[in-house]
């Protein structure tokens, strides 16, 4: 029998194979010694972002073949001294494509109508339709930049063209950008966009994309959507652009620090956070713990798995 340990909640796919066993521990990615002592029972560890799998702690797993990531970032993970451990890594790069996206196309339509400030001025009894007479825009005459042309981007980008916004996309190399759209400089993507969304990977080259140089290029009105990795921004500099009403909105799903704290960013009146939940949906959810429990076994069965990081 194949034992498999998750360090992060999520809810298992059924049916599980009769000899497979998978135990949950929720909190366990919080203490990396009861970690890596209770792992040395299995032979494959699930986890989802919060487990950082360095590698102090990859160096400690004596039983663990491979890594399941339940998502579509590694940078939690040491992909490098992985593989020199001889432990592979699986995850799932597609399977939140169409969830995030959705999510996405959601936040637009809130930030174009202004709808979360409406709607917390409604639920304390002010009635002001005055405010909102012209202030609204129709998506049909937005314009809405797309930095990054991944899965997610694509996906995002598609729909809101068939929604009838103009869509620019910038991505950092410029020929994976593809019918029907064009590739846009960056400068003049941010300098003519109503809102942009951000759709990098995560990691040391992408450490605040988003800073004060960026920032102050946007258009002034502009919002900017973040639903990818919170240190793509730099904080101080887009707490700034709010402050002084450069950014007319911020509506950021991540932060550079998870879980996050009560600070003057989250609380500005102008920032529209949430915590994390751009991929959760129960068809999201299922797909990748599926996936990834499929390929886990796959490894465990000397198998091909169908979307390894590293193997």
Not at 143 to 166: C, D, E, H, R, W
Request: net charge negative; with cysteine.
């Amino acid at each position: 029998m194949f034992k498999i340990l998750a360090s992060e909640a999520f809810e298992l796919p059924q049916p599980i194979p009769n000899s497979v066993q998978i135990d949950i521990i929720e909190d366990l990615y919080k203490d990396k010694e009861k970690l890596a002592e209770t792992a040395k029972q299995y032979d494959a560890l699930i986890v989802r972002n919060m487990t950082k799998v360095d590698q102090a702690l990859l160096s400690l797993f004596t039983s663990i073949k491979v890594i399941g990531r339940l998502g579509a970032g590694t940078e939690n993970i040491d992909l490098a001294f992985a593989k020199q451990c001889g432990i592979a890594v699986v995850y799932a790069p597609v399977q939140n494509t169409n969830a995030v996206a959705e999510f996405c196309v959601g936040q637009v339509f809130n930030a174009l109508r202004h709808i979360p400030t409406a709607t917390g001025e409604a639920k304390q009894g002010v009635w002001n339709r005055g405010k909102y007479l012209s202030l609204g825009k129709e998506l049909s005459s937005a314009t809405i930049g797309v930095i990054g042309f991944g899965n997610i981007g694509q996906s995002f980008a598609t729909k809101m063209k068939a929604l009838g916004a103009n869509v620019l996309v910038y991505n950092r190399t410029a020929s994976k950008v593809t019918e029907p759209f064009q590739y846009t400089e960056l400068e003049v993507l941010l300098s003519q966009s109503d809102l942009v969304s951000i759709h990098l990977p995560g990691g040391h080259a992408t450490q605040h994309f988003m800073d004060k140089d960026k920032l102050g290029k946007l258009q002034k009105g502009a919002f900017l959507l973040n639903t990818s990795r919170g240190d793509l921004l730099d904080e101080e500099a887009l707490l700034a652009s709010l402050e002084s009403e450069h950014l007319a909105g911020a509506i950021i799903d991540v932060r550079a620090s998870e879980p996050a704290k009560m600070d003057a960013l989250s609380t500005h009146p102008h920032c529209y956070p949430t915590p994390h939940i751009a991929a959760f949906t129960a068809e999201s959810q299922t797909a990748i713990s599926t996936s990834v429990i499929s390929d886990v076994l796959k490894v465990l069965n000397n198998a091909t798995p169908e979307y390894p990081a590293i193997i």
